[in-house]
């Protein structure tokens, strides 16, 4: 058994005894046989009582995240050493196959289906099992003057709010985008933004009916003064109503029809989760802020080294504006940072918003370009219109922020025998990435590369200039017949006949360089994941000893001389900021020294290099700038067919795509996505392999 597979294993069997230890929490045996044994080991004077859930709900997670980063380490030195090595299988094929296709859920694989079913299990058991337990086991004490029902009202909406936290528990899990959680799990943070998605829906349907559920009891029983408590030895309400109030706001802006109407104002409101998660702690607890530690202690980290990566202002060195009113971003990056095709990158350009950060794919390779990072962008919000306005105007300098990249931790369309990629309008940018990378694969005798078929839809005849970033080198015809790329495109708004007045000319911006500008590097340099996981054992080992330490020795000795427990809030506070400063602390310390360390790396590397300069500092981006922008669209027009004035016709082309393992992807517009799933998910062609790539968050 190699080691991988040791870990693998080590992972599903502590992941599975983590869910167990979910499923038996509302039964009997866990709150009446197991809870007094546990608590009695557990909740010592050092950690109270938090001792048992951190023991049992937050070590295992912390524990799968930091071993999963020294996993995710080997297998990348591992893929370093056989760089062009792919691993074919077709083992569970059936379960990436859509069996969902539907406006409110998107499309719903059989995997995620199944674990769907399980969750909505979860929660069902634990509702009823919470019910059964505080109706006969332990019931409410019925106060004076109280009727039956709204002791029962109080009763359920108690447990409601339990149930909620069990979906807290998973909500952070998916959009902690550099969290070692979501590769070993298989997902990327875009694939995965949609079970973030489900669980805050799920959350707050079941906090709705909390709140609403007290309110109602505190008004038939004349307790409405309840709602302004904030007591010291247990819930404070108010505290559940602010977090409550932030929540809901989050909520509605959320919903499809409000965040694609108003993008800014579901963005800026989004960003009231600091506030909601800490809220939601002062009114829950620091035992049960314990019990969904995990999903936010990985978030924290994740999103204090976006933050220190994002003080760092990326050497941009070119901008060229493309025909099609798009404009593709050329960085200069370290030779170090490897990402696979379809990794994304976070853009944030101050001097149009400072908090805004928007996702664009990486159409470049890191194979062909080590010391060069693109991204392509299409005017089409207004964020990106200013950023084109300003692009236009003259300028030979702007200021931008990244955070990224992430994506794949393998090239995983590799594995199919054949490819057909699916794309409408800037959904080809993903394409160009993964073409380039069979481009570079397809220069090896030894692989065989699958043959690929591109469906393109544009709009207008210029946007078919997209197909020249296909090309990089010189020699790209032969590279085109070594990987047998053939192009269907299809212009469905105007005729062939208006070719030439759509033609417009390529733009190219050279900007200077500034010494305070840095190449695009990983946050934590060379060994990423190595020192991610260092940051979240320290940073955790040292929070249970401080944690540890202050409750030994400030805590109990107060509950010792007052006899009464220590301040419910002030509890929770103490533990916010517990965990705070020691991921800043530990963040921070690794963080500073990975950096001064690429900045040695980088140097000798500029180092090594030919002893006599070019004469511009940029010129090896200008040679391959200047390649490119002389390729017209002629050079890929043997392998290109184009259609007027109508719309792909995918019910009759995937069917008829020939081969027994064909993988099929698809980027563009909601509907076209849907279509291709349907089609893929029909069983009249089970060759057929679906996989979708949407931004559309």
């Given amino acids: 058994m190699s080691m991988g597979t040791a870990l693998r294993m080590i992972f599903l069997v502590v992941f599975i005894g983590w869910l167990m230890v979910w499923v038996l929490l509302p039964t009997t045996i866990y709150t009446q046989v197991w809870t007094p044994k546990l608590n009695c080991k557990l909740n010592s004077t050092y950690f109270g009582e938090q001792g048992t859930n951190l023991l049992l709900f937050s070590f295992p997670m912390i524990f799968i995240a930091a071993l999963g980063c020294v996993y995710l380490h080997v297998q990348q030195e591992s893929k370093k050493i056989n760089s062009k090595s792919v691993v074919k299988s077709h083992r569970l094929a059936f379960s990436k196959r859509p069996l969902l296709v539907m406006a409110p859920l998107g499309i719903v694989t059989a995997t995620e289906l199944a674990f769907a079913a399980m969750f909505i299990a979860l929660l069902i058991w634990s509702l009823f099992n919470y019910i059964h337990y505080y109706t006969f086991d332990h019931p409410f004490v019925h106060k004076a003057g109280e009727k039956l029902w709204q002791t029962r009202l109080r009763s359920v909406s108690f447990i409601l709010g339990y149930v909620g936290n069990i979906c807290w528990a998973f909500l952070f899990f998916p959009v902690s985008r550099g969290s070692s959680i979501l590769p070993l799990a298989g ?3 875009e694939s995965s933004i949609k079970y973030h998605i489900w669980l805050g829906h799920l959350s707050m349907i079941l906090f709705v009916a909390h709140t609403i559920g007290f309110i109602i009891y505190w008004g038939t029983t004349h307790q409405m003064a309840e709602m302004l408590e904030w007591r010291k030895d247990w819930v404070p309400n108010v505290a559940g109503e602010i977090a409550f109030v932030f929540a809901m706001g989050m909520w509605v802006t ?36 314990c019990m969904i530690l995990p999903g936010i202690y990985l978030f924290f980290i994740d999103r204090f080294l976006r933050f220190l990566q994002s003080r760092r202002r990326a050497r941009l060195v070119s901008a060229r504006i493309l025909p099609c009113d798009a404009v593709e971003l050329n960085f200069s990056k370290s030779p170090g940072l490897i990402y696979n095709p379809t990794s994304i990158l976070f853009l944030n350009v101050p001097s149009i918003s400072k908090l805004q950060w928007h996702p664009f794919t990486i159409t470049s390779n890191c194979n062909m370009e080590p010391d060069k990072l693109s991204i392509v962008i299409k005017r089409e919000g207004s964020w990106s219109q200013k950023l084109y306005q300003e692009l236009s105007s003259s300028m030979d300098y702007l200021n931008v922020s990244v955070e990224g990249p992430y994506g794949p ?17 800037s959904g080809i940018t993903p394409f160009i990435s993964i073409i380039r990378e069979i481009i570079f694969r397809s220069q090896s005798e030894e692989l065989d590369v699958p043959p690929v078929l591109l469906i393109c839809a544009f709009k207008n005849l210029a946007d078919l200039t997209m197909l020249n970033l296909l090309l990089l080198i010189s020699d790209t015809h032969t590279q085109i017949s070594k990987m047998q790329l053939q192009i269907e495109a299809y212009v469905t708004r105007e005729n062939e006949q208006t070719f030439t007045d759509s033609e417009k000319h390529l733009q190219t911006i050279w900007f200077k360089s500034d010494p305070f500008d840095s190449p695009i590097s990983a946050a934590l340099g060379l060994n990423n994941w190595l020192w ?44 916010i900021f517990l965990v705070c400063t020691c991921i800043f602390i530990a963040s921070s310390a690794i963080f500073l020294w990975c950096k001064k360390q690429n900045a040695k790396e980088y140097e000798r590397i500029l180092n090594l290099k030919a002893p006599t300069p070019p004469t511009s500092p940029w010129s090896q981006f200008y040679v391959a700038d200047r ?9 890929l027009v043997q392998a290109t067919k184009v259609h007027f004035g109508a719309k792909p016709d995918l019910k009759e082309i995937l069917p008829r795509c020939e081969g027994s393992d064909i993988g099929v992807l698809v980027c563009g517009p909601r509907t076209m996505r849907h279509e291709v799933a349907k ?3 029909s069983g009249l062609a089970d060759n057929l392999h679906f996989e979708s790539i949407s931004f559309n968050w």
């Fill in 627 to 635: 390649e490119l922008e002389s390729l017209p669209h002629k050079s």
């Fill in 254 to 289: 959320s919903f499809p029809r409000v965040r694609r109407k108003m993008f800014e104002v579901f963005f800026y409101t989004h960003h009231l989760y600091g506030f909601y998660i800490f809220f939601y702690v002062l009114h829950v607890g620091a035992a049960y802020f």
């Fill in 679 to 681: 089609i893929c998910s």
């Fill in 532 to 575: 991610l996981g260092a940051i979240i054992s320290s940073s955790f080992v040292m929070f249970l000893l401080i944690l540890g330490i202050f409750t030994r020795y400030y805590i109990f000795p107060i509950e010792q001389e007052t006899y009464e427990p220590y301040h419910f809030t002030l509890r929770a506070l103490w533990d």
């Fill in 187 to 189: 997902l990327t943070s």
């Fill in 409 to 425: 931790t393998s090239s995983h369309f590799l594995r199919h025998e054949s490819l057909v990629m699916v794309s409408g309008g």
